[in-house]
């Protein structure tokens, strides 16, 4: 299936520190997009890239897109403990349009105050 | 962005009952998407609902499981039909604004 695999599937770090997620997914796709979700309830839009884009950055949040390699990663720079949830990447297949996404199987983290 | 209030947030059933979750935006939207989130796993689209016509499900959904109400551009239902405790998981509704808004989710337990 489209479904992105992310890693680690679970992370826990020190407040303070950086945190990186990966996602990699199997088709081509219109653009990427990052979701918290935290304490199993809705989802927040973090940020969106597009597929001729490889780098965005959002305040503490950092964004890379390696469409050659399919992947691309999540970066949250001086941690804190409220970033604790779980994280989805979620692709826009080219073949679908741009509204039906496709969930990653997220990465859990924990920042220890 | 839209607003999107989602009730209820929580509910335990009994098994071969139906719930029936109910999405309200708070502006108007062609297109709104139910999802599913099993314990621990990510989600899984059922299906977009859009109004005026009938729902377009996902594979492994169907209309009889999943009936899905779509009567204006603000408001849709999911309901989730004789149930079992296979069906416990998180519902999610979401309109697209170039990145998905979603609702608060429904816990759903069925016992």
């Known amino acids: 299936s489209q479904q992105g695999e992310e890693d680690p599937q679970a992370l826990s770090i020190q407040e303070g520190e950086n945190a990186t997620m990966n996602c990699s997914y199997k088709?081509?796709?219109?653009?990427l997009q990052w979701y918290r979700q935290n304490s199993g309830r809705g989802l927040v839009h973090l940020i969106l890239?597009?597929?001729?884009?490889r780098e965005k950055h959002s305040g503490r949040l950092r964004v890379t897109l390696d469409t050659s390699k399919k992947s691309s990663s999540l970066l949250i720079t001086a941690s804190r403990a409220a970033d604790t949830a779980s994280y989805f990447c979620?692709?826009?297949?080219?073949?679908?349009?741009?509204?039906?996404?496709?969930f990653g199987t997220g990465t859990r983290l924990k920042v220890l105050a | 962005s839209a607003v999107i209030s989602q009730k209820p947030s929580r509910d335990i059933c009994q098994r071969g009952t139906s719930l029936t979750i109910q999405c309200q935006v708070d502006?108007?939207?062609?297109?709104m998407f139910w999802y599913r989130q099993q314990p621990g796993q990510s989600l899984t689209l059922i299906a977009t609902?859009?109004?005026?016509?009938?729902?377009?499900?996902e594979s492994g959904f169907v209309i009889d499981k999943f009936p899905i109400s779509r009567p204006n551009l603000t408001f849709s239902t999911l309901t989730v039909s004789n149930m079992s405790p296979e069906d416990s998981s998180i519902y999610l509704c979401?309109?697209?604004?170039?990145?998905?808004?979603f609702g608060s989710g429904t816990r759903l337990t069925v016992v």
């Open positions: 609902a859009n109004q005026g016509s009938e729902a377009t499900y």
């Open positions: 979401s309109v697209d604004e170039g990145g998905y808004t």
């Open positions: 088709t081509s796709i219109n653009n």
């Open positions: 979620a692709t826009a297949p080219a073949t679908s349009g741009t509204y039906k996404y496709i």
């Open positions: 502006s108007q939207v062609t297109m």
């Open positions: 890239i597009r597929s001729n884009e």
